[in-house]
């Protein structure tokens, strides 16, 4: 399969959400809704982590990604860290949103997924509920994808309860229900001992097709794994090891079996940043190749990326990353 993977990277960045009252914007995730109107979710908060004062906003944007709405609260729970929101909406217009919590008794070890939803574009929430799992100290930073048939797969991540201070492992929650409640996890396949996996995404390929694509965790070059299921998730292959050190991957499908991959570059040679980059792949592909780009980037600052792509109204993409150091939000539009 012939593959195109030129993309045009737009100069100007777009101003998306800015930080206040000495707090910083972090972790956004975009999403196009069935209107053509774009929503970002993000995490404020006066640190990176570990901060009990921290709150969830939204913006609403134009679909050409150019204009954007003041924020509104989401969630704002004092004395609790809810943080790494992610958003998305299901073919039935239900809005999801999850994220996950540290518990104040312990911001370190207790972690736990929550989930939300919207049946009317975003005015009213249902109560946060929480996503039961085997995983100990479980954390979310995507949002649920939904497959052919309505069931949704949600990519966690955490410890086995078996090794509860072993590598880091994935497990996939299923709900049947749109997202209500979550009564199946699936396994994944582990990274090679002593390596982890963490902060995976999924994409549908098309047919039974799904990639994946994670973070490792405690490995010296910080590479990305890949793994592929034919068969919707049921079963994975190994992960494979790829060229290029990938924090928060985010995978975007364009339609035709291609994805626009984009992550935070978090190499082991330059270990005082974190530009956001991205490269076009054929999503079959074993070794999801392609030409990178850089899309940000902020020399000296490793407190940014955590990219999340979205198709605007003239068939180009959003992609949005934060950077702490400039207490900003902003989105990068790309011609694919």
Not at 246 to 260: K, M, Q, S
Not at 280 to 306: E, F, K, N, W
């Amino acid at each position: 399969m012939t593959t195109n993977q030129i993309m045009t990277v737009d100069d100007h960045e777009v101003i998306i959400a800015r930080g206040d009252d000495g707090r910083s914007v972090y972790f956004p995730d975009v999403v196009r809704t069935s209107s053509g109107e774009l929503l970002v979710a993000y995490y404020d908060s006066r640190e990176h982590m570990h901060t009990p004062d921290s709150r969830i906003r939204l913006v609403r944007g134009s679909g050409d990604g150019r204009r954007w709405s003041a924020p509104i609260r989401l969630l704002d729970n004092p004395g609790v860290d809810d943080r790494d929101p992610s958003i998305t909406q299901l073919r039935s217009g239900r809005l999801v949103v999850t994220w996950f919590r540290r518990d104040p008794a312990d911001l370190d070890r207790l972690r736990h997924c929550l989930v939300m939803t919207s049946d009317d574009e975003g005015s009213t929430w249902a109560a946060p509920a929480w996503i039961p799992t085997t995983l100990d100290r479980s954390a979310v930073t995507v949002p649920p994808l939904e497959l052919p048939d309505g069931r949704l797969l949600l990519a966690l991540y955490g410890y086995a309860t078996e090794q509860p201070d072993g590598p880091y492992v994935v497990r996939l929650a299923v709900s049947t229900d749109q997202g209500t409640t979550w009564d199946d996890e699936i396994p994944v396949p582990s990274a090679p001992e002593p390596f982890g996996l963490v902060e995976p995404d999924l994409v549908h390929l098309g047919g039974q097709d799904l990639l994946m694509v994670a973070r490792s965790r405690n490995h010296p070059t910080n590479p990305a794994y890949a793994l592929w299921s034919t068969d919707l998730g049921a079963t994975w292959t190994d992960p494979i090891e790829l060229d290029f050190p990938g924090h928060a991957p985010n995978l975007a499908a364009l339609g035709d079996g291609r994805v626009l991959m984009t992550w935070g570059d978090y190499r082991a040679d330059e270990p005082r940043t974190r530009p956001t980059r991205g490269r076009i792949v054929d999503g079959r592909d074993r070794t999801l190749s392609g030409l990178t780009v850089t899309l940000h980037a902020h020399p000296g600052v490793v407190d940014q990326s955590y990219p999340s792509a979205a198709r605007l109204d003239d068939g180009s993409y959003l992609v949005v990353h934060y950077d702490a150091a400039l207490r900003q939000i902003a989105g990068t539009i790309v011609t694919v």
